[in-house]
């Protein structure tokens, strides 16, 4: 594997050059075709594969039923407005299906992963003629799969998986030097807007990764609710990252002078460099008390919130 580079030392302009000669090269007169989240590193690999290829780059979001309210719509403007169009794929279906029954978190995320390129890019992939997927696969992820610390689900070649046998196409993954720091300066040298490479780090699992338990399609809208209230509030913050979590055990509560047997949120914020450490963030009481309010009031069956203050290590940025 390359090696790293730091985003202290990354030479932006020449990393850019290198890397958009590297996929010219790997896909000739071909096609490639990339999945696009609207998280830092596919929107910041999405402008990389975009200057390289141009229209000869088809740019897919996968809406698999567990990503943020609105995202979809929100990531497809944003693109739009640099001139780079969006195909958005409706796999809700293929995904709840996978992801139906399974509880453990290792389970959950190979679900995802297998669902996301055997059987529905894999179908893209067929259709588009195109012979390989550029992918935002960093350091970090890979570090954190081999260590066998959580799967990513990104990570192949490393595992002894080859993409061309398993799926029928090859990966390229122009950023894999870099870890979430220094992806960060390159998408600012592409020219994308702060709204794009300075976002917050979202998983590939989307907020599957952010439900213990099962994933249906009703506990993601929990989840989700309580996610567009811990990003609202916390959008002013100058973090790296913050998120809800459904835990899977209900809890007792009160409402009305009743028993509430309902449902737990946890919240976590954190400030780290390039996710290999975090420490949380140590919020202001009042703001806290304010989440807690909306989500236990907006978010139906939810009597109790938590804020998680564990470090990484022994915490891990997501919780799946």
């Known amino acids: 594997m390359a090696k790293e580079i730091r985003a202290a030392k990354l030479n932006t302009k020449q990393f850019i050059a290198e890397k958009v000669d590297e996929i010219r090269r790997a896909v000739g007169d071909g096609a490639a075709i990339n999945a696009l989240s609207g998280g830092v590193d596919s929107s ?88 390989y997927l550029l992918q935002g696969t960093i350091l970090t992820d890979i570090d954190e799969t081999v260590a066998g610390i959580k799967r990513q689900h990104n ?48 998983p590939g699992p ?42 899977e055990d209900r809890v007792t509560g009160m409402r009305k002078g009743k028993r509430d047997f309902g449902l737990q949120i946890e919240i976590r914020c954190w400030n780290s460099i390039d996710a290999r450490t975090a420490r949380p963030t140590r919020l202001p009481y009042s703001l806290l008390e304010r989440m807690v309010a909306k989500i236990a009031k907006d978010v139906p069956g939810v009597v109790s919130v938590t804020y998680n203050i564990t470090p990484k290590p022994p915490s891990t940025i997501e919780a799946v």
């Open 155 to 202: 990570v192949f070649e490393q595992l002894g998986i080859d993409p061309q046998k398993e799926f029928g196409y090859k990966i390229i993954e122009p950023l894999i030097q870099l870890r979430k720091d220094g992806v960060r300066k390159v998408g600012a040298a592409l020219g994308l807007p702060a709204a794009l490479f300075d976002r917050i780090p979202f």
């Open 44 to 131: 910041v690999v999405t402008a990389l594969g975009h200057r390289a290829l141009g229209k000869r780059l088809k740019t897919c979001f996968i809406e698999n039923g567990i990503m943020r309210q609105g995202e979809a719509r929100q990531v497809k403007a944003m693109f739009r407005a640099l001139g780079i169009p969006v195909q958005v794929i409706d796999a809700k279906g293929e995904f709840f299906s996978a992801l139906k029954g399974i509880t453990d978190p290792e389970e959950k995320r190979e679900a995802v992963t297998r669902t996301f390129y055997k059987k529905v890019f894999g179908k893209l992939v067929r259709q588009s003629k195109a012979k």
């Open 206 to 247: 989307a907020l599957a990764a952010r439900i213990l338990g099962e994933v249906t399609p009703a506990r993601v809208e929990i989840v989700r609710k309580a996610t567009s209230i811990v990003e609202k509030e916390l959008s002013n913050m100058r973090v790296f990252q913050y998120m809800a979590i459904l835990h």
